[in-house]
Structure formats: structure tokens, C-alpha cells
């Protein structure tokens, strides 16, 4: 089956697989890693979000979301309307009242009080 191939022959063949499967572990390593560093950046409300309930998180989205819209330019017409419908998507004119309920909810939890105002403060 293998005539002509010595055993320093088979011995090499074993370690160039090896090391070319070790090489193709390594870069799909780096890649996972880079997969997940790069899905973990892409949110820059990240930091304020870690840790925090699921309603607190849906929060930070609109206070974050309301801030830029509220902030924006209607230049013409169909920006105006842009911005009115996200505005309304967000439900900004009730965001106060949903803010103080979350406010009370979480008042034994000074970590969430402080991540709600530093949203409230946030723009993009």
C-alpha cells in the first residue's frame, strides 16, 4: 500500500497534517474571537445595558432614540414626517411617565437609577 515510503516519510506526512490542522484551528479561533468582539462593539449603549432587566434595556433604547430624533432638523416635508414617525415609533410623548414607573420600580437598585439618567443625558 505504501511502498517506496520510509517511515521518516510517514512521520513527516503526520506532522504536516497536524500542524496544518493546528494552523487551521488557530485561525478559526482568531475568527470566532473576532465574530464576537465585533458583535459585542457594534451596540454603543452596551455598557449601559449590561446587566440591566429587559424593560430597563427597552428604555435606554427609547431615551437614547427620543434624545437624536427630538434633536433633529426637519429640513423639508419628508424629514419632518421622518422624524415625526419616530418619534411616535418610540412613544417619546409617554417616555417621562414610563421613565418615573421604571424610576419606582427599581428605587432598591441605584445601579439602574444612575443607568437611566446617564441615557436620559445620552445623544448619538
Known amino acids: 500500500m505504501f ?3 520510509s517511515a521518516f516519510g510517514h512521520k513527516r ?3 504536516l497534517l497536524f500542524y496544518t490542522l493546528l494552523r487551521a484551528l488557530c485561525l478559526f479561533t482568531f475568527l470566532c474571537l473576532s465574530a464576537v468582539h465585533a458583535l459585542a462593539s457594534d451596540d454603543p449603549l452596551a455598557h449601559l445595558k449590561k446587566g440591566q432587566p429587559k424593560d ?3 428604555l435606554i433604547d427609547r431615551l437614547v432614540g427620543c434624545n ?3 434633536g433633529e432638523d426637519a429640513y423639508d416635508a419628508e424629514r419632518g414626517q421622518e422624524i415625526a414617525s419616530a418619534l411616535a415609533d418610540l412613544k417619546c410623548e409617554r ?3 414610563d421613565v418615573a414607573v421604571a424610576r419606582k420600580r427599581y428605587a432598591k437598585r441605584p445601579s439602574t437609577i444612575k ?3 446617564k441615557a436620559k443625558e445620552t445623544t448619538y
Open 56 to 58: 430597563v434595556i427597552e
Open 68 to 70: 437624536h430624533w427630538s
Open 13 to 15: 506526512t503526520v506532522s
Open 95 to 97: 417616555l417621562e411617565e
Open 3 to 5: 511502498k517506496g515510503l
Open 115 to 117: 443607568v437611566l439618567q
